[in-house]
């Protein structure tokens, strides 16, 4: 098929071009951006008049609860929301059930998502077998598979040891292992440490449960110069601690959730279990931290930390709900927000969903010709159109997830995803 998204602002991070002009798409390559070649006759032509044209964005965490938890959301649901939102590609957790420790499952999770010709799905192995953290998987078969790296999702570490070895063999082979920094008995609680929790009678997660974790991983990062992928970071401390590993030159990057860039405990309001998320809402000096972190490069990436979870799943009592919410339709939108709000530009915004998460992926990506969050000639056709004005109410079930629970119910946001191409194909169109 062959398509010409005309007349859009077309904003491309990874080269620095911002001006308007055409992109002419053919056989899921783009062929021209800029002005479409004299012989180019398209089957479908979209005008972007007024909207911007980007590269699709990249989502370093979204969970698509197959297999095993088809209750909270099917493949099918969870990736035509990904479109919706102008995601294009997504990496996948392996907390699924079985985990993601085969290269059997791993293949006929990506076969199932090529089937559906939506958003590209790159899965992360299993670091330990069953994510149980004291086995290590066979990473060069499930690379093999299509895995992108090797991570344990929420389930901490206890044994330093088992890192080690991780972060060693990882190191050998040139793998990515990426952590949520969080050590094992101290973030058991469901709310982040504070006054609010103790006056509501919740179990506390405290900040040094993520800055411990920290300081190790740095320490076997320093032995073994591994690269390591920190996922959502949520706290103050954790910022500064990335800063400084960042500046001694370690091999890391770090995201933050949408959820951690907006919200604070104070969201909890009544027990809403809505608020009920991993890693946990922090104060306002830590949400202001990320904020800034985001900013100024400290943080690599944005993701919305998609968790679909189904109403019967959230109408408990707080502490007894299960954590997750729902995130990829809103991507676009609250990264704008954040970025209106600190006074950034379009393209500084985009950085942070396109480019530099692709980067992040980096070798993972050599099979799509490292083209994957930029809007390359000869690359792969990847493009969202986006309007960056009007605001929009945010609707349970106006979602196209399965899950229908959000912290962000009733907001109004700004911005909305007009049309998603993927390699080529019209993916979804408002």
Not at 231 to 246: D, E, H, M, P, T
Not at 330 to 349: F, H, M, T
Not at 386 to 406: C, E, F, I, N
């Amino acid at each position: 098929m062959k398509l010409l998204i005309q007349n859009g602002r077309v904003i491309d991070p990874a080269s620095g071009l911002d001006q308007n002009a055409d992109v002419a798409i053919a056989a899921g390559r783009i062929v021209a951006v800029g002005k479409a070649p004299a012989d180019f006759t398209p089957d479908r032509v979209i005008d972007a008049k007024g909207c911007i044209v980007a590269p699709g964005l990249v989502d370093l965490a979204a969970r698509l609860r197959e297999p095993g938890q088809e209750h909270a959301g099917m493949l099918e649901s969870e990736m035509s929301a990904a479109v919706a939102g102008g995601v294009t590609s997504l990496v996948c957790p392996p907390d699924t059930d079985p985990v993601l420790d085969e290269p059997g499952l791993v293949e006929m999770l990506r076969y199932r998502a090529e089937k559906l010709h939506q958003a590209r799905v790159l899965p992360l192995g299993a670091l330990t077998v069953g994510l149980k953290g004291d086995v290590l998987t066979e990473m060069g078969q499930l690379t093999a598979a299509g895995c992108v790296g090797f991570g344990q999702a929420e389930v901490a570490l206890a044994n330093t040891q088992v890192v080690q070895r991780a972060l060693q063999y990882a190191s050998s082979f040139g793998y990515t292992v990426w952590l949520r920094p969080q050590e094992f008995y101290l973030g058991q609680g469901v709310a982040a440490s504070g006054p609010l929790a103790t006056r509501m009678g919740l179990s506390g997660v405290s900040v040094a449960a993520e800055t411990i974790a920290l300081h190790t991983i740095f320490e076997l990062v320093r032995s073994t110069r591994a690269r390591v992928h920190l996922c959502r970071i949520s706290s103050a401390a954790g910022v500064a601690l990335v800063r400084q590993a960042k500046t001694e030159g370690l091999p890391i990057t770090a995201d933050v959730s949408i959820n951690s860039l907006h919200l604070t405990d104070a969201d909890m309001g009544y027990f809403d279990s809505r608020a009920r998320l991993t890693p946990v809402l922090r104060q306002q000096a830590d949400r202001a931290a990320l904020r800034a972190g985001l900013a100024d490069g400290t943080l690599d990436a944005l993701v919305s930390d998609h968790t679909p979870v189904d109403a019967d799943a959230k109408a408990l009592p707080f502490a007894e709900a299960e954590p997750g919410a729902t995130g990829l339709e809103l991507l676009w939108s609250l990264a704008l927000k954040w970025g209106q709000d600190e006074g950034l530009d379009l393209s500084a915004v985009l950085t942070r969903i396109t480019s530099q998460p692709a980067q992040i992926l980096g070798s993972a990506l050599q099979t799509l010709q490292g083209s994957v969050g930029q809007l390359a000639v000869g690359g792969v056709a990847d493009v969202c159109v986006l309007t960056s004005d009007g605001h929009w109410p945010v609707s349970a079930q106006a979602l196209r997830s399965q899950g229908k629970s959000t912290p962000f119910s009733g907001y109004e946001l700004p911005g909305r995803v007009l049309a998603t191409v993927v390699a080529g194909h019209l993916a979804f169109e408002a």
